[in-house]
């Protein structure tokens, strides 16, 4: 129970950390591609099998799969509400998107291979429906990162933000049953985070960038979900998690390595 507790409080700060430099680093963009990979849910649905166990969590990733259409719900309502509202404003319109589609999802039951085309198809549309931004941003590695950009002082209150959310929510999912916990599993830490600040420091454009990067990352994401439903009902928990880690990160490189030649042309 220690190791499990240390993972939810030290390995996603971690994590938020590691993203957030990037963010100041490479620009929005680069933050939202990692932090759509499963760096919170990941951990949560590995603390969920050292819990509940390996059958529960592989169901559990199920639904997590099919999160990722409320997390696309949650992208775009932010994006476009945030045109007209603060981040006080957009940030309860996007969670309330993200609520309402988890309590869509709920009532739909696919086979998994249908699931994940279902996913892929929505992620392949999503690009387009995202606002216009006014003005095109440059990234800090080409321009010089802004003074908000290399701001420090909010870095613990990320990080803390997130180890919170993470305790709650995986304390939530214990007792709601697996699909339900996956749905959980999902909840948008990195988004109400890094979308939030990012808001209040950059601008709406980058926070809208931040969200357009998360619409690459989530091919892995889905990738990882699939590789973990199938693997943990047949192999070992640290074998699981390894070889669905291995599985999205060739997925992350290789959908970003498509997008750099798309934009490149």
Known sequence: MNSVLAL???????LIYAVTLAGRRWGPAVAGWLSAFPIVAGPILLAISLE??????????????MAVLAMISFSLAYAWASARMGVAGAMPVALGAW???VAGLQS???????AALAVVAALLLAPR????????SASPAASGSSPALRRGGDLPWRMLAGAVLVMSVSAAAAGLGPRLS??????????????????????????VQLLRGTILGYFAFAAFCVAISLLLRAQPVAVSFFCAFVFALTIQ???????????AT
Do not use: C, I, N, W
Request: charged residues 10%; glycine residues 10%.
């Open 253 to 263: 490189l290789l959908a970003k390595a498509a997008s750099s030649r798309r934009q």
């Open 182 to 207: 996956g749905f959980f599993a999902m909840f948008p830490v990195m988004g109400t985070v890094l979308v939030g600040f990012t808001h209040v420091q950059a601008g709406r454009d980058s926070a």
């Open 108 to 114: 739909v039951r696919l086979p998994l291979p249908f």
């Open 52 to 65: 509940q166990g390996a059958g529960f969590a592989a169901s559990a990733a199920e639904g997590t799969l």
């Open 99 to 101: 609520a309402l589609a």
């Open 129 to 136: 429906l995202f606002p216009a931004l006014r003005h095109a």
């Open 8 to 14: 939810k409080l030290f390995l996603v700060p971690s």
